[in-house]
């Protein structure tokens, strides 16, 4: 089984459990959304900065890439875009219908790998909205020249990422807040799976 097979399976165990990306937008946020009130984020805990977006997003293209969990596409939903949520997890992607059914918001959900966006078009989105789950995935390239491609010209591209230094350092010793050097980057857990911490890490919380 690949690694991206097994993170949709490990994904959909985390959205089950409630991670932190996997709790869905109340219904009051939803609701400001429409008011004009809103925030997104991308990486956990900072948002997005409005002024990034268009002034108006009404009827602009969304799509959000490797982005499921109710919290992102349903803020845009409401905004009034046309929001499209793209993810490898199934149970994921039950959240953001779970939101648009409750809250009579138009979402298209569409499982599968961020790397491979073949079933849209060239040119089909206005912006793409790509949390740090590019984290998860072995090369990112593949991701961006997909971008490029679904991406409108002139279009918008926001995207979160994780600080790679963090990943040099043994694990286990970094949570005791001991900085020691242990691996190289560019990092991929899958090349690591004989460190039996990786392992534990992986299992638990899907390859990075």
């Given at each position: 089984m690949s690694y991206v097979e097994e993170n949709s399976k490990i994904w959909d165990e985390r959205?089950?459990?409630?991670?932190?990306?996997?709790?869905?937008?109340?219904?009051?946020?939803?609701?400001?959304?429409?008011?004009?009130?809103?925030?997104i984020l991308l990486t956990?805990?900072?948002?997005?900065?409005?002024?990034?977006?268009?002034?108006?997003?009404?009827?602009?293209?969304?799509?959000?890439?490797?982005?499921?969990?109710?919290?992102?596409?349903?803020?845009?939903?409401?905004?009034?875009?046309?929001?499209?949520?793209?993810?490898?997890?199934?149970?994921?992607?039950?959240?953001?219908?779970?939101?648009?059914?409750?809250?009579?918001?138009?979402?298209?959900?569409?499982q599968g790998n961020m790397q491979d966006l073949?079933?849209?078009?060239?040119?089909t989105f206005d912006c793409i909205i790509h949390p740090w789950s590019?984290?998860?995935?072995?090369?990112?390239?593949?991701?961006?020249k997909e971008c490029a491609r679904v991406l409108k010209k002139n279009g918008l591209l926001l995207s979160g990422f994780g600080n790679p230094i963090e990943y040099i350092f043994d694990s286990g010793k970094l949570e005791q807040g001991i900085l020691e050097v242990k691996y190289s980057v560019p990092y991929a857990d899958i090349d690591h799976m004989d460190d039996p911490e990786i392992k534990q890490i992986v299992e638990s919380g899907g390859y990075i």
């Open positions: 959205s089950e459990n409630n991670d932190i990306w996997s709790i869905p937008v109340t219904k009051e946020m939803v609701q400001n959304a429409k008011e004009g009130n809103w925030s956990p805990t900072k948002p997005v900065p409005k002024e990034w977006f268009p002034e108006n997003l009404k009827d602009k293209k969304i799509l959000c890439l490797a982005s499921g969990g109710g919290q992102q596409g349903p803020i845009l939903a409401a905004t009034g875009a046309e929001v499209t949520v793209f993810d490898n997890s199934t149970k994921q992607l039950e959240k953001d219908n779970f939101v648009a059914q409750r809250d009579n918001l138009k979402i298209k959900t569409v073949s079933v849209f078009e060239d040119e590019n984290g998860y995935i072995d090369n990112v390239l593949p991701v961006w």
